[in-house]
């Protein structure tokens, strides 16, 4: 009998967490409103006040609440991220999902008694530093990037004390998680220190006169859009630009393209994945109880020994395109 993942949903607001809630989820993650979490936008995240109702909501609903204090605190600034932990602590919440060793340590030395998960930030994909983390400072998962096929996932699942919870929806991410500098170079904010990637006052979109539009992030154009198309949000990693030796634009880095593992769910239970994460606490509530209902749905059946019936969630991924990345092959390009 296949043993029951834990379905980990997006929640930007605390309306889009009643919702994944509602919508069968057994955990949510979410974050602060500050630079410890890694989706640092305005409008998004939780006040105390807020946190302390979701927390209560989800949890008379059955449903675990995962704090996000993934970023890295840079120097003399520890006191915000120590302040989040405290917080959590304080009301409740299920685990801490982090990715500094600092972050790790203050929490597992101050807060003994609260479960640390491995934020994909953390980048890593080797037994012997997932067992690093797991031995230093007790962490209980480790969420994996997305770079790994299924049965290098099986191979890592025999070799790890811990569990493993893996994304099946939501952004590609090819990029080295927790390594990027893109937006740091252009805009001076950094991805993994103050949470933000592109950051929304310095995003831009200028219309032609033939309806065209160009995204720009600060002072540079990331991408250009025929009055047909829909312009994307500009970031670095997936605008298509020019290149002496090209003729044309093109995807430097990776195009906008959506991870959707829905296919893959029966052999990630085999491999031993403990959870199954979806991606997206910037998307909307329809885009939470469309999702979350339709992967609910379908690890269910799947549980059941019944065939999946998988739903059509093209319209909600980016570019209308979707992949399964490296988890079957490393050939994704």
């Given at each position: 009998?296949?043993?029951?993942?834990?379905?980990?949903?997006?929640?930007?607001?605390?309306?889009?967490?009643?919702?994944?809630?509602?919508?069968?989820?057994?955990?949510?993650?979410?974050?602060?409103?500050?630079?410890?979490?890694?989706?640092?936008?305005?409008?998004?995240?939780?006040?105390?006040?807020?946190?302390?109702?979701?927390?209560?909501?989800?949890?008379?609903?059955?449903?675990?609440?995962?704090?996000?204090?993934?970023?890295?605190?840079?120097?003399?600034?520890?006191?915000?991220?120590?302040?989040?932990?405290?917080?959590?602590?304080?009301?409740?919440?299920?685990?801490?999902?982090?990715?500094?060793?600092?972050?790790?340590?203050?929490?597992?030395?101050?807060?003994?008694?609260?479960?640390?998960?491995?934020?994909?930030?953390?980048?890593?994909?080797?037994?012997?530093?997932?067992?690093?983390?797991?031995?230093?400072?007790?962490?209980?998962?480790?969420?994996?990037?997305?770079?790994?096929?299924?049965?290098?996932?099986?191979?890592?699942?025999?070799?790890?004390?811990?569990?493993?919870?893996?994304?099946?929806?939501?952004?590609?991410?090819?990029?080295?998680?927790?390594?990027?500098?893109?937006?740091?170079?252009?805009?001076?904010?950094?991805?993994?220190?103050?949470?933000?990637?592109?950051?929304?006052?310095?995003?831009?979109?200028?219309?032609?006169?033939?309806?065209?539009?160009?995204?720009?992030?600060?002072?540079?154009?990331?991408?250009?859009?025929?009055?047909?198309?829909?312009?994307?949000?500009?970031?670095?990693?997936?605008?298509?630009?020019l290149a002496p030796a090209r003729d044309e634009a093109y995807y430097a880095f990776e195009e906008p393209v959506s991870l959707n593992l829905s296919a893959l769910l029966p052999a990630l239970i085999e491999a031993g994945v403990d959870a199954f994460k979806i991606e997206g606490r910037q998307r909307s509530r329809a885009y939470v109880r469309s999702v979350v209902s339709a992967f609910r749905q379908a690890i269910d059946q799947t549980l059941a020994g019944e065939t999946p019936a998988l739903a059509?969630?093209?319209?909600?991924?980016?570019?209308?395109?979707?992949?399964?990345?490296?988890?079957?092959?490393?050939?994704?390009?």
């Open positions: 009998m296949m043993k029951r993942p834990e379905l980990v949903c997006p929640a930007g607001t605390p309306a889009a967490l009643r919702t994944a809630v509602d919508a069968g989820a057994d955990a949510v993650y979410c974050g602060m409103q500050n630079a410890t979490n890694a989706r640092n936008f305005p409008g998004l995240n939780f006040t105390p006040e807020e946190l302390q109702a979701s927390v209560a909501y989800a949890h008379d609903a059955g449903t675990k609440v995962l704090l996000a204090v993934n970023t890295f605190p840079p120097a003399g600034k520890f006191e915000l991220w120590r302040g989040a932990v405290d917080l959590g602590a304080r009301l409740g919440v299920d685990a801490f999902i982090v990715a500094d060793i600092g972050v790790a340590e203050y929490a597992a030395r101050v807060h003994p008694g609260c479960r640390l998960h491995l934020s994909v930030q953390a980048a890593a994909s080797s037994p012997e530093a997932i067992r690093y983390y797991c031995r230093e400072f007790g962490v209980r998962r480790v969420v994996l990037p997305r770079i790994l096929t299924v049965p290098e996932i099986r191979a890592l699942a025999a070799e790890i004390p811990c569990e493993i919870e893996t994304f099946i929806f939501g952004n590609h991410g090819l990029m080295i998680e927790g390594r990027c500098s893109l937006t740091n170079y252009v805009c001076g904010l950094s991805t993994n220190m103050d949470g933000v990637c592109s950051p929304a006052a310095d995003v831009h979109y200028d219309r032609a006169a033939d309806g065209s539009v160009a995204t720009r992030l600060g002072a540079f154009t990331i991408d250009r859009f025929g009055p047909a198309e829909q312009a994307g949000y500009p970031t670095i990693c997936k605008g298509r630009y059509d969630l093209i319209a909600l991924t980016e570019g209308q395109k979707e992949t399964e990345g490296a988890f079957k092959t490393k050939k994704w390009r």
